[in-house]
């Protein structure tokens, strides 16, 4: 059968888990240039499965990262090339690539799986910026893997520009995240409730390394696999810390750290990430996966955004909680590592756990304190500080005001806008009122010297005048899968 006239003609015509009755289109080597290096790839070949991508009908370019695109050294000519398009669509595998599906476990909802794995994803390789941090170029949506568990390996083109647009959102907010390099429409349609357009996102990241791949070699009492993978994340990602008691206590305490600021910024920002599962907990403490996640509107502590949370285990006030609970099961795997005696290991490993909300209180303070326009470090007003605080919080809560829209209104007022600005948006406006004469008579006391920035100027950096809106989003969802890219294209 002509590979051509049957891609053409059956793209649409697709049986339930996404495969066509054509044979698949053959991957061909792309002339185009990428340096890629592959440190993970050199591990033990069962950190991983060698797989190609599966080439799609009729690629299209929906969007390129030019910005990315630079840092990463590559030319926009190259990629938007019909040979760089075939690359960013898994047709063509550049040279050098060497394609493989991760292998990682995870605690879903709180219930252990043992093997999860890249079931749609597929690294190609890694690419060293300019200055020299090393990132893993991945296809996700780039066809079935050997842990696809009989899914397609697909994505739809819904959840391809949400991951897009919400994850540049983030980097752009200054939170570390994964990030969108391109996204291009496969011609092909997958079937979930209905058919829908398939898309293919270039995602680019410091790591795939999660939690769930420590627990992964654990579930398998693969001592040997998990003291290979310790030593290969330090050096990943964290080269400069010290091992005076051993390289899983020093990965431990740098995972915590980086949780903790992760979780904080998060907080900061209003936003809830809706599936904290420990194989979507990164170790380099980036933003993994944008599924059912949302920055928040109406200012609802317990607002939790997948459809299956029905307990609201992953709402938004539980965040830290979660990434605590996420940090002991990633200590349990280093158990063995710690020490031979889990006795002796074990106490070790949780006096240093015990320190996990003592770190996210003082990052996440210190972003609240921003966020207010605090400018100076003084201990003795600290504890007033966060206490008012805590209870604008609460007061947002009451009469859940929009969490970014109650922060940015009250830079302006921070800036000379008269109080109503940010006042009029309370039930209770005279209470708001009050709130803010307690807020200005502390920024009084504090002022800053000429040598520092002003209250004002602090605040617009922590307060965004712009986030990508969940109704915004759906928008754009509905609008994409019917073909009209307007709403992304504004969005983004």
């Known amino acids: 059968m002509d590979h051509g006239a049957c891609h053409g003609a059956l793209s649409h015509d697709l049986t339930r888990d996404g495969l066509t009755g054509c044979p698949p289109l053959p991957i061909v080597r792309s002339t185009m240039p990428f340096a890629f290096e592959h440190t993970y790839a050199r591990l033990a070949d069962h950190f991983f499965a060698q797989v190609d991508p599966t080439p799609v009908a009729r690629p299209s370019l929906l969007a390129l990262n030019t910005e990315l695109a630079a840092q990463l050294g590559l030319a926009d000519e190259d990629l938007t090339s019909p040979a760089g398009l075939a690359v960013l669509a898994g047709n063509r595998l550049p040279p050098g690539a060497k394609p493989i599906a991760l ?252 320190t996990f909300s003592a770190r996210f209180d003082l990052e996440y303070s210190a972003q609240l304190r921003r966020k207010l326009g605090f400018v100076h470090e003084d201990a003795s007003e600290l504890a007033g500080e966060l206490q008012l605080a805590q209870a604008l919080l609460t007061h947002m809560a009451e009469g859940h005001v929009d969490y970014t829209l109650a922060f940015r209104r009250l830079t302006e007022v921070a800036a000379g806008a008269e109080p109503e600005r940010f006042t009029s948006s309370f039930e209770d406006p005279d209470r708001a009122l009050a709130w803010v004469e307690k807020w200005r008579e502390r920024l009084a006391h504090a002022a800053p010297s000429e040598s520092t920035p002003s209250s004002a100027e602090i605040m617009r950096l922590a307060n965004p005048a712009f986030i990508p809106r969940n109704h915004r989003i759906e928008e754009m969802i509905t609008a994409a899968t019917a073909g009209d890219l307007g709403p992304f294209e504004r969005l983004n």
């Not at 709180?110 to 893993?136: C, K, S, T």
């Open 103 to 354: 292998a990682y476990a995870g605690h879903q909802f709180g219930n252990f799986v043992p093997q999860l794995g890249d079931g749609r994803a597929i690294l190609l390789g890694e690419l060293v910026d300019r200055e020299g941090h090393r990132y893993d170029v991945q296809l996700k949506g780039a066809g079935p893997t050997p842990f696809s568990r009989s899914g397609d390996g697909r994505a739809a083109i819904g959840p391809v520009l949400r991951e897009y647009v919400l994850s540049e959102a983030m980097a752009a907010l200054g939170v570390p995240t994964t990030r969108a390099l391109a996204a291009v429409a496969t011609g092909e349609s997958v079937y979930r409730e209905s058919a829908l357009p398939g898309a293919v996102l270039t995602r680019v990241a410091a790591s795939h390394l999660r939690i769930g791949t420590f627990q992964y070699f654990a579930a398998r009492r693969d001592h040997a696999a998990l003291t290979q993978l310790t030593d290969y994340a330090l050096a990943r990602h964290y080269p400069q810390v010290e091992t005076p008691d051993g390289p899983a206590l020093a990965l431990f305490d740098a995972v915590m750290t980086a949780q903790a600021k992760l979780v904080a910024r998060w907080l900061a920002l209003g936003f809830v990430h809706g599936v904290m599962n420990t194989d979507n907990t990164s170790i380099s403490g980036e933003t993994l996966d944008y599924g059912p996640c949302a920055f928040l509107d109406g200012f609802d502590p317990q607002r939790a955004f997948s459809s299956i949370d029905r307990h609201g285990r992953y709402a938004f006030a539980q965040q830290p909680s979660i990434a605590r609970w996420n940090l002991a099961r990633l200590a349990e795997t280093l158990i063995p590592l710690v020490h031979e005696d889990p006795e002796q290991a074990i106490p070790q490993l949780d006096a240093r756990l015990a």
